[in-house]
């Protein structure tokens, strides 16, 4: 495993550490590889109840390192704006993979959980918070919509409206304000965090397992996420050819406000 992630299995938990604190665990390429790699490792090792993810260092993540989209050419061709479906295929199933693993999954949420960190969250079954964490889609500020399972998880935990105004203004709120709308499970103080999420573990493994997983299974089986991420990969191909795109990511990366023009 990359040293970008950290995996351990303690007895009944399996642990996942976002470990790339120097950027506050933003998602490169590689890291988000890493992380592939470990929601494999969780689905095959044998005893696990539940698995816990959470970031080193100040955050849990800043969402996807926007730099990395320099790297896009070199994964997919020059060409890589008109394989916006492909690009968007293989940042979705990593979460669906996520999303799919049989035994729980609970994400331990402090400082920021930005944009695909979000969406990683909204993939995991139950998500705890430390008090002062921020969170927020921030994709429209970028020209996007988010494609990783965002916009269609959002939209299943707090409804069509809420969801709509988080995303249209790309703000980023609290975890008190994300616990009062259902975004998170519960908030804790930071130095609380990993044993109320082990706590948690620890009261699952008491029931079957088995019943466990097919309860899971049946309660994401009420969404037709299929569905919404199609429509998400279909809207962010159309995205990725926009100049409002290429102005966002510049601005980002320049610190600037963007001007955007709806081209």
């Given at each position: 495993?990359?040293?970008?992630?950290?995996t351990q299995q303690r007895e009944m938990i399996f642990e996942i550490v976002l470990n790339r604190p120097e950027k506050r665990?933003?998602?490169?390429?590689?890291?988000?590889?890493?992380?592939?790699?470990?929601?494999?490792?969780?689905?095959?090792?044998?005893?696990?109840?539940?698995?816990?993810?959470?970031?080193?260092?100040?955050?849990?993540?800043?969402?996807?390192?926007?730099?990395?989209?320099?790297?896009?050419?070199?994964?997919?061709?020059?060409?890589?704006?008109?394989?916006?479906?492909?690009?968007?295929?293989?940042?979705?199933?990593?979460?669906?993979?996520?999303?799919?693993?049989?035994?729980?999954?609970?994400?331990?949420?402090?400082?920021?959980?930005?944009?695909?960190?979000?969406?990683?969250?909204?993939?995991?079954?139950?998500?705890?918070?430390?008090?002062?964490?921020?969170?927020?889609?921030?994709?429209?500020?970028?020209?996007?919509?988010?494609?990783?399972?965002?916009?269609?998880?959002?939209?299943?935990?707090?409804?069509?409206?809420?969801a709509k105004e988080l995303i249209f203004t790309g703000r980023q709120i609290g975890a008190n304000q994300a616990e009062q709308?259902?975004?998170?499970?519960?908030?804790?103080?930071?130095?609380?965090?990993?044993?109320?999420?082990?706590?948690?573990?620890?009261?699952?493994?008491?029931?079957?397992?088995?019943?466990?997983?097919?309860?899971?299974?049946?309660?994401?089986?009420?969404?037709?996420?299929?569905?919404?991420?199609?429509?998400?990969?279909?809207?962010?191909?159309?995205?990725?050819?926009?100049?409002?795109?290429?102005?966002?990511?510049?601005?980002?990366?320049?610190?600037?406000?963007?001007?955007?023009?709806?081209?």
């Amino acid at each position: 495993m990359s040293e970008l992630v950290c995996t351990q299995q303690r007895e009944m938990i399996f642990e996942i550490v976002l470990n790339r604190p120097e950027k506050r665990n933003a998602f490169n390429m590689d890291l988000y590889t890493a992380f592939d790699e470990a929601v494999s490792e969780a689905g095959r090792v044998s005893g696990v109840r539940a698995v816990l993810i959470r970031g080193e260092g100040k955050a849990f993540s800043s969402g996807i390192d926007v730099s990395d989209f320099l790297m896009l050419p070199q994964k997919y061709g020059s060409n890589w704006q008109q394989r916006g479906r492909r690009i968007t295929d293989d940042y979705q199933g990593v979460l669906t993979r996520l999303e799919r693993l049989e035994v729980p999954t609970i994400a331990l949420l402090h400082g920021y959980c930005l944009g695909l960190a979000m969406e990683l969250a909204l993939a995991c079954d139950i998500r705890i918070a430390a008090e002062g964490t921020m969170m927020g889609l921030l994709e429209t500020k970028l020209g996007l919509i988010p494609d990783v399972g965002g916009t269609t998880r959002l939209v299943r935990l707090v409804g069509p409206a809420r969801a709509k105004e988080l995303i249209f203004t790309g703000r980023q709120i609290g975890a008190n304000q994300a616990e009062q709308w259902g975004i998170v499970n519960s908030v804790v103080a930071v130095e609380d965090l990993l044993a109320k999420g082990e706590a948690l573990a620890a009261e699952i493994s008491q029931a079957a397992p088995l019943a466990v997983g097919m309860a899971k299974r049946v309660i994401d089986g009420l969404a037709d996420i299929d569905r919404g991420l199609m429509l998400e990969g279909w809207a962010q191909s159309q995205l990725f050819s926009t100049e409002d795109f290429m102005e966002g990511a510049q601005s980002f990366l320049e610190r600037r406000q963007a001007q955007f023009k709806g081209k």
